[in-house]
């Protein structure tokens, strides 16, 4: 089945920690990218790949890291998580070059930071 | 930069009625992509429409309609005949160039029997 993965997708931890969430997709899509959902705010693109080692910021990429070192896997890192990065993440991957397809989304992590 | 408006953060019908979502964008690219996303009180994100720049046509599928005009910059989504299932959170959003894909603040649209 064709899918976006992610892990965890429940996470609590506290300010400081360092931690990762993993993001895998089967379809051999070029673009993935992260995104952070708030109420009232949307989704906001955080950061995007385009391809195998080529990532770009988003709108909001402070306090986050990206590593695009295979095709499938796209984890975002945060180094040292603040209470203001409580939110709900979710990762995709793009059909077409460039991210100009549909998005798929994979199932979110919502993550609090204690 | 770009921008995306939604100006209705939240609407309520009751079954069976026609409900029109507005979305308003900014750009100054001129090849540029639409999108609208749904959002079910499940979470999940669910891909519904995907409309260049150059593509003005307007599009049905099924209870789902699109109407795209560059002259004032919408792409506004309606639903006919309203269901209960179609409760949820309705995005659009715009890719343009190679920048961000960005997505509006959402509707939520909450349908009753």
């Known amino acids: 089945e064709a899918q976006v993965t992610q892990n965890p997708r429940y996470l609590i931890t506290v300010t400081g920690k360092k931690l990762t969430v993993t993001c895998s997709q089967n379809m051999n899509h070029e673009y993935m990218s992260w995104y952070r959902q708030d109420p009232g705010l949307g989704l906001r693109q955080i950061y995007y790949s385009m391809n195998v080692e080529v990532t770009d910021k988003g709108d909001v990429p402070e306090g986050y890291k990206v590593s695009r070192k295979e095709k499938r896997n796209f984890p975002l890192i945060l180094e040292s998580p603040s209470p203001n990065q409580t939110s709900l993440y979710f990762c995709a991957s793009s059909d077409l070059a460039g991210g100009f397809g549909e998005q798929f989304f994979g199932p979110g992590t919502r993550l609090t930071v204690l | 930069a770009q921008k995306v408006t939604q100006a209705q953060t939240e609407i309520s019908v009751v079954e069976k009625e026609d409900v029109t979502l507005d979305c308003v964008y900014e750009?100054?690219?001129?090849?540029?992509?639409l999108f609208w996303y749904k959002q079910p009180p499940s979470g999940e994100l669910v891909f519904l429409i995907r409309r260049n720049s150059f593509d003005e046509q307007n599009e049905i599928s099924g209870r789902y309609s699109w109407n795209f005009q560059k002259s004032t910059s919408s792409f506004n989504f309606t639903i006919t005949a309203s269901q209960v299932v179609d409760s949820a959170v309705y995005f659009c959003?715009?890719?343009?160039?190679?920048?961000?894909?960005?997505f509006g603040k959402g509707t939520m649209l909450l349908v009753s029997p």
């Open positions: 959003a715009l890719r343009g160039g190679y920048s961000t894909l960005t």
């Open positions: 750009t100054r690219d001129t090849t540029y992509y």
